[in-house]
């Protein structure tokens, strides 16, 4: 093995592992959001997927509710999202 290919070698390791540990180190973005929206959604889908209206209203108001009480839900993006939780008449899959 000669100088080159081992240099080339250890480069390659030593990039792989700081890949490695900033992948560690790095915190996903949706990490700050409450895991718990992400169960009442699931729920309301379903409630909306076997016709029980009522529940998923009461789902939509309870992450409308969650979402609310999160930092930054009043940012130009969260008043979208305030916005689309607010729904009235019959809750479906594309609201």
């Excluded at 309301?44 to 789902?59: P, R």
Aim: charged fraction near 25%.
């Amino acid at each position: 093995m000669d100088k080159h290919s081992l240099t080339n070698r250890w480069l390659k390791i030593w990039l792989l592992l700081s890949l490695s540990l900033l992948c560690f180190l790095t915190r996903p973005v949706f990490a700050n959001v409450d895991s718990s929206l992400y169960i009442k959604i699931t729920d309301a889908t379903t409630a909306v997927e076997n016709g029980d209206q009522t529940k998923a209203k009461d789902l939509v108001a309870d992450i409308k509710d969650s979402f609310e009480a999160m930092a930054n839900h009043d940012s130009k993006a969260g008043k979208k999202v305030s916005q689309a939780l607010t729904i009235k008449g019959k809750v479906t899959k594309n609201n």
